[in-house]
């Protein structure tokens, strides 16, 4: 068992929209260890969901190797994926949309057991179980809907929904951005003790870079469906070498009143 | 610097009908000319509906029970849409968070503006049109002539929300109000805006009610503060103070869920969480409302809602406020 648990080479996804082809991914090559957390940063329309999408047999590749412990997913067909997305799984951004509001919450957790034909019914209500309390919900709120629930609680169902396959790899796409500050401290908190508790790998999508800053191993700065820059967290912010990452560094508020404002927010800046 | 140009006084807005269920809960706070306020909280602590009452445009499902709005003096008639319909973008302007949806779709984005003006003044059209793209020129749009032109969909976030701030200003108002004006935006966009409305209020005098979640964009851009929470006033402070030394456990606990790479991080997580959530508006507790999620709660926090203690510039609502500096 090798210690790179996901391995990236020279990844392109380019697609029809209307008559014109885009390239959201150009040449992207990454590596994420065992245990670790890489965090992907970048704007809005820079590719960083498509290559999350494309990582889970979403969107298909069209050139480049995805190795997951050592296999090539990128070309899976139906079959092969299906038995390969278990490792995988995926908690989005938006708790609202990302639940179906007609079923109930431990139906919701339970599902991917279902699909995945995982246990006998009976164990898998009980690991659905299991799992909400693991993210902190009480579980005799397994028959309520997703409506009952706060933006807050709704991120912990994805969470339990995404860990009940017991995945190696965790992709969270932007998973706190729709949150408020305190819930998405209590979501991030969340994430970093199940990660230790259960030994997961984080790809983790954020436009936030002060947020990872505090919760990622590495950081992977993404300008225009490439890496720009890539390295520990620490150092990316406290010693930027790319001009994009210094460019948002410089954008970014700092909640410190002792400091200068960021360069960009002096009004007399060009 | 005493010259409150708003003033909002004991405001309290409930679902309609229903006079128990309080969305603001009485809450006063003023904002001087020419300065910036920024009104701090989460989703549900009412300083969105604040901005909404202030322009008179609540929702149909609330109505004001109590309370005055005063701007310049004089009482506001925000419950009549006629009236209001003059005070709006003349004196107080509007930005608001979603630039997209701000925007009609059918109409050039020059249009747009040239509406608020012929709304208000009475001008000859090319004079009208004139001020539009001098309006344009002066959010930094790029080829205004050609962008008045334009439909929204052709226009990126960023330049959507100057034409925006253009509409808001395009009368001289008083008072801006900005809710949210950058949280759709990548974070070098935001400061582009946030960049605009300073150097406009700058060269216009213009005040502006900057409400946000964001503490970072609060800490360089704000002369004060103001920090809500569950349709009440918790803390409002000059934003120095308000930094170095909160005194509401809300506050210290919203500078300390906030991830900050400049500080060490704390204990027990990567970041300290405020534990619980926000309780419903339907919730009748008499207390604090934020004495579940607190960790010095007491009997009488629990008993009775704190009265706002004064200390000049500081104000807080907190039968027991830290006291110690953060640094």
Redesign the interface.
Known sequence: MSNTLLRIDDLHVSFRVGKTMIHPVRGISLHLDRGETLALVGESGCGKTTLARTILGLQAPSSGRIAYDGNDIAGLDRFGLKRFRPHIQCVFQDPFSSLNPRKRVEQLIREPLDIHQIGERSTRLKRAHEMMERVGLPTDWGRRFPHEFSGGQRQRIGIARALVMQPDLLICDEPVSALDVSIQAQIINLLWELKRDMGLSYLFISHDLMLVETFADRVAMMYQGEIVEIGPARQVWSNPQHEFTRRMIDAIPVPDVTRPPPPAFRIDAK | MANPILQVENLQICVRKKPGVLILRGVSFHVNAGETLAIVG??GCGKSMTSLAIMGLLPDAVEKLSGTIRFKGRELPIADNRAMRKVRAAEIGMVFQEPMAALDPLYPVGKQVLEVIEEHEKLPREMAWARVIDLLTKVDLPNPETLAWSYPHKLS?GQLQRVVIAMALACNPDVLIADEPTTAL???V???I??LL??LQ?DTGVAIVLIT?????????ADRVMVMYAGNKAEEAP??DL??SPRHPYTR???D???????A?AQG???????G?VPSIADPMSGCRFAPRCGNASELCRARFPEPTIEGAHGYACHHPGTDARV
């Open positions: 989460e989703s976030g990548d974070v070098t935001q400061a582009q946030m960049r300073k150097r700058r979640h964001n503490l970072g964009l609060v800490a360089h851009t934003t120095r930094f170095l606990g919203l500078l869920a906030t991830p900050n790479p400049e500080r991080s997580g990567v970041l300290r969480e405020i534990p959530t």
